[in-house]
């Protein structure tokens, strides 16, 4: 099966590798644009690592789904879902889910007692640009970015006068979905809301694996709703200063699905989740000046038939920065993040208060046309703990370049680390003050190759090798007492290899896009510090082999966009005793604009999992087949 996924991705890349040949037969009439990077906000500062950011048009066509699906189906980054309704956590380059930092408008909102988030209750609707940065970045985003981040901000309102998106969607398993802003703008004042509403019964059926000859069951405990509301305004109060005032607040009852063979324990969560910021720009002699003032509230309920469990988590954050920008060669941005965390949770002896802080700087330098350098470096501070400094060294040299083929080498050296959350240290029974901060190190250098033919084509190919090491990884573990506990448990190594392909091309009235990934992922043990350990094993639910191939055309008003997503063999143990077979997923859309006036209405039809395909994410957690959904979107005007 690999080996036959390997060879698709090979043939689609040199199908799409050909393109370039054939548009050579003429380069008279096209003007070879240069390729800035030093502009775009994901990238200035991480120069050597491999960022990604979401197409728009794909953002828009899926606009009602979560994250979770977005970023499963567009890049290479392997996702653990408990069911249709349950926990969706990520897995970058081989690490755990809380070894992921992710940022709404440059501040981390990933809860300090689980030190994860859960990306199935971040709806796309709430967002505006949506990037991710592979690999450790400590230095740029702090505590958790050691595997990756997920860059996210707020919507971006921009057009002058008044604005109204209206969407209304119905699909398989008893699906629906509305949504709605109201925008205006003035050439002093941008301001939008936009409030969603999702509900699923989400009654499908299913292979039951753990019976034997795999009867077909239907699913009666996954029904779920989520609503929420995001308000963002940017007021321009002088022509050098701005204020922003921004607020994404989300709501999620859900049913939590129980495992295959198991009996139902109505298990019920509970999520509200609010989230306020205020910033201030303003752009003066010595540059540009960001303050931003957050306070986060985040409220968890746990009810099955057995227990009822509370948490209620606020969190202050301040974050400072001040960015000095020389021409186009170099641009130095120091800050501090402040951030203050107050939680009560049933599993804690008392509410539990604790502050952090971190200092950072961070320095681009292009000291010629060829070469980009990028040298950061974060201090934290945190009560009871003291985490090494993280500095982060990358470059980008372009040395070979020849008409419309450039040719670029690049690489970084970063370091990351991770402040146990407060569940590691405060539970109960549990939780383990002991605990040491996770440190890690990672290197990573690769080949990446642009070829630009005006705005006709553009062509990116890029390939990497990645080596991580992390020590004092923080895992729980069964005692000899049968009492589960985190511990400093091991050391793990990380290897991998990653390849990616980009292409946009503009044919006439065809537009077509394309991307394709592949990652190979080694995560294993290599010390262990507690108990016997599972030394030279393949992490558990950590795929070595995972590819994306995405597929875009727009003819006139009409467009197609269609994704295979493969996920190769996971180990369910640490020991690799027992897996989950790999598994194909296929799904696309098709929309149709009609113009009406000045107003769009949008219409789009969708599938997914088109093959019908029996897979799990986790052990025996069931998961939907074949499901279809129908779309209206009025754009007015």
Do not use: C
């Not at 860059?151 to 629906?176: C, H, M, V």
């Amino acid at each position: 099966m690999v080996n036959r996924i390997l060879h698709f991705i090979l043939l689609a890349s040199l199908a799409i590798a050909v393109l370039p040949v054939a548009a050579q037969q003429d380069t008279s009439q096209y003007q070879l644009q240069s390729v800035e990077v030093f502009g775009k906000p994901a990238e200035v500062f991480a120069v050597g690592s491999h960022v990604t950011t979401l197409d728009s048009t794909y953002l828009q066509t899926y606009h009602s789904s979560s994250l979770a699906d977005a970023l499963q189906a567009r890049t290479p980054v392997y996702f653990k879902s408990y069911g249709v309704s349950g926990l969706s956590s990520v897995t970058f380059r081989g690490t755990n889910a809380s070894q992921t930092a992710v940022l709404w408008n440059g501040l981390n909102i990933g809860l300090p007692t689980l030190g994860q988030s859960d990306f199935s209750t971040l709806p796309l609707s709430g967002l505006g640009d949506v990037a991710v940065q592979a690999g450790s970045a400590g230095a740029n985003y702090g505590s958790g970015a050691i595997g990756g981040a997920v860059l996210l901000s707020s919507p971006n309102y921009k057009q002058k006068g008044l604005g109204i998106d209206l969407q209304q969607e119905a699909g398989s398993f008893g699906r629906y979905f509305s949504n709605g802003s109201l925008s205006f703008g003035s050439d002093k004042l941008q301001i939008g809301i936009g409030p969603y509403y999702r509900k699923a019964e989400n009654a499908f059926k299913y292979k039951d694996l753990s019976h034997f000859k795999t009867p077909e069951r239907t699913e009666q405990y996954a029904a779920q709703q989520q609503y929420g509301i995001t308000q963002d305004l940017t007021w321009q109060v002088s022509p050098n200063t701005k204020i922003g005032l921004h607020s994404w607040y989300t709501f999620a009852d859900r049913e939590l699905q129980p495992a295959m063979g198991s009996a139902a324990n109505n298990a019920e969560q509970l999520d509200k989740n609010l989230r306020l910021m205020t910033e201030l720009n303003h752009q003066g002699n010595w540059g540009t000046t960001d303050v931003k003032l957050a306070y986060f509230k985040d409220f968890l309920k746990y009810t099955d038939n057995s227990q009822n469990s509370l948490a209620n988590v606020q969190t202050y954050q301040l974050q400072a920065e001040q960015t000095y920008t020389k021409g186009a060669n170099w641009s130095l941005r120091g800050g501090v993040n402040l951030q203050h965390f107050i939680a009560e949770n049933d599993g804690y002896a008392d509410t539990q208060q604790e502050n952090r802080a971190s200092v950072f700087a961070l320095f681009r330098y292009d000291p010629t046309e060829t070469l980009d350098l990028s040298l950061n470096l974060r201090q934290a501070f945190a009560e009871d703990y003291n985490p090494a400094p993280t500095p982060a060294l990358g470059f980008n040299w372009k040395f070979y370049h020849y008409n419309q083929h450039h040719l670029y080498l690049k690489g970084n050296v970063s370091g990351s680390y991770r402040v146990p959350t407060l569940n590691d240290r405060f539970w109960v029974g549990a939780g383990n003050p002991d605990l040491k901060p996770e440190q890690g190190w990672s290197e990573e250098a690769g080949l990446r190759y642009l070829f630009i033919l005006g705005n006709t084509l553009l062509l990116e190919t890029e390939a990497t090798a990645y080596h991580m090491l992390i020590d004092d990884w923080i895992q729980w573990t069964e005692g000899e007492t049968n009492q589960w506990r985190p511990v400093n448990l091991q050391k793990v190594r990380v290897m991998g290899l990653e390849f990616s392909q980009h292409l946009t091309a503009t044919l006439g009235d065809v537009k077509l896009t394309g991307s394709a990934g592949y990652t190979y992922t080694s995560s294993e043990q290599v010390e262990v510090y507690e108990g016997a350990g599972d030394k030279n094993k393949q992490l558990m639910y950590v795929p070595r082999h995972k590819a994306v191939l995405a597929t875009g055309i727009s003819y006139k008003n009409w467009t197609l966009h269609s994704d295979l997503n493969y996920t190769g063999l996971r180990y369910t143990s640490n020991s690799e005793t027992s897996s989950l077979d790999g598994f194909i997923l296929v799904n696309a859309a098709l929309s149709k604009q009609l113009l009406l006036g000045q107003n769009r209405l949008i219409l789009t039809l969708r599938s997914d999992n088109i093959t019908n395909k029996v897979y799990q994410t986790m052990a025996y957690r069931a998961m939907p087949l074949r499901s279809y959904t129908f779309s209206l979107r009025m754009l007015i005007p």
